[in-house]
């Protein structure tokens, strides 16, 4: 069977993890074109991942390759215009999270992949993560009883690369960029459940010098079929990456963590090269991860979606999803500011999310 060609736009962190989950885990996938606004910086990557085509211009790579899916990895305030582009040329999309800087961009990205008739894939990793899928089926198989708590964490020290930090490209701070882990697989465990309010708090604790937005946050989602969510992100804590999730039953609790069930204990008087995502140091006591892009569900979900795309099957995870999740990221930036409960539906007129909390912080 002829593998389906893909066409990945983004050369930086989280494009190096998709193309290792392709190579590695997804032969039915091929990668033919790569695109980064640094032509120099297309052609090197092209070149470690032995792609044959490299471009640095997205119409050119769309009218000039014979791609079927364009897997957007670039940053935040690029993927609209990169997914109303690559849908316009008939292009399946997978796109990283967050969907969109704005619902206005959300709504015009869901309208225009309808309009063409392809499929719009949210590539929330955590509703594919083995661990948490695990913990999943246990819900459903009726472990823990009734569920009525959910948490869920991901701390690091900051992110890798400078424009996160920069609210106009951004759209946000650590809510943007891993906030909306939380509140995707919120819904997921949920089962999509209609969400009553949204109540949020949060800051810029460490990262003062270097953004706008915050940097350390806490959400709190009521759904109404009664299960309450508490969202804990953070680009303030140190020692490497924190990712976890606590389901609270009436019958029984579930922990699940991706990393440190994964990881090998190590002291090194020295230090030594890579320990984890977001690790500072290896000097002393460290957490050798490993598989840990295998760990974080990236494969699972990039199969799922190239087989969606050659099976004509509907994703586990589209871009309504995506949008649902950037209604309750407006919610959490509007409790912030205002400091009090905001109910769903919520929308707002704003250039970006980050606003609703800056401008009453300011004020």
Not at 99 to 114: F, G, P, R, S
Request: some cysteine; aromatic content about 10%; glycine content about 8%.
């Amino acid at each position: 069977m002829n593998s389906t060609k893909v066409a990945i736009l983004g050369a930086g962190f989280i494009s190096d993890i998709h193309l290792e989950s392709y190579h590695r885990f997804i032969p039915e996938a091929e990668v033919v074109a790569v695109y980064a606004r640094n032509p120099d910086k297309a052609k090197v990557f092209a070149e470690k991942f032995k792609i044959p085509q490299w471009f640095s211009d997205v119409d050119e790579l769309l009218a000039n390759t014979d791609a079927e899916v364009i897997d957007i990895c670039v940053p935040n305030y690029l993927h609209a215009e990169c997914c109303i582009k690559a849908a316009n040329a008939g292009k399946h999309i997978i796109i990283e999270k967050p969907l969109a800087v704005t619902l206005e961009e959300a709504d015009e990205m869901i309208a225009a992949c309808k309009a063409n008739n392809v499929k719009l894939m949210y590539a929330e990793e955590l509703c594919f993560a083995p661990k948490y899928e695990r913990a999943r089926h246990l819900v459903n198989e009726g472990a823990v009883g009734e569920v009525y708590m959910l948490k869920q964490s991901e701390k690091h020290s900051g992110p890798h690369t400078d424009w996160f930090y920069d609210i106009n490209l951004a759209g946000g701070g650590v809510l943007m960029d891993m906030g909306c882990h939380a509140l995707g697989w919120f819904r997921w465990m949920t089962n999509h459940a209609k969400v009553k309010s949204v109540f949020a708090t949060m800051d810029t604790v460490f990262h003062k010098g270097r953004t706008k937005g915050e940097d350390n946050a806490v959400v709190i989602v009521e759904f109404e079929n009664g299960v309450t969510c508490i969202a804990e992100s953070s680009w303030a804590k140190h020692g490497g990456m924190d990712d976890k999730c606590e389901i609270y039953g009436t019958g029984g609790v579930i922990y699940a963590d991706l990393f440190m069930g994964n990881a090998a204990i190590t002291y090194s008087r020295l230090g030594y090269g890579y320990a984890m995502e977001k690790a500072d140091t290896t000097a002393g006591w460290s957490f050798t991860v490993f598989e840990e892009v295998f760990n974080q569900g990236y494969p699972h979900e990039l199969k799922h979606f190239i087989e969606c795309v050659r099976e004509n099957k509907t994703p586990l995870v589209t871009g309504d999803d995506g949008r649902a999740v950037m209604e309750l990221i407006y919610a959490a930036y509007a409790s912030a500011g205002q400091g009090k409960k905001i109910n769903l539906p919520f929308t707002a007129q704003v250039s970006k999310p980050v606003d609703l909390w800056l401008d009453n912080k300011e004020n």
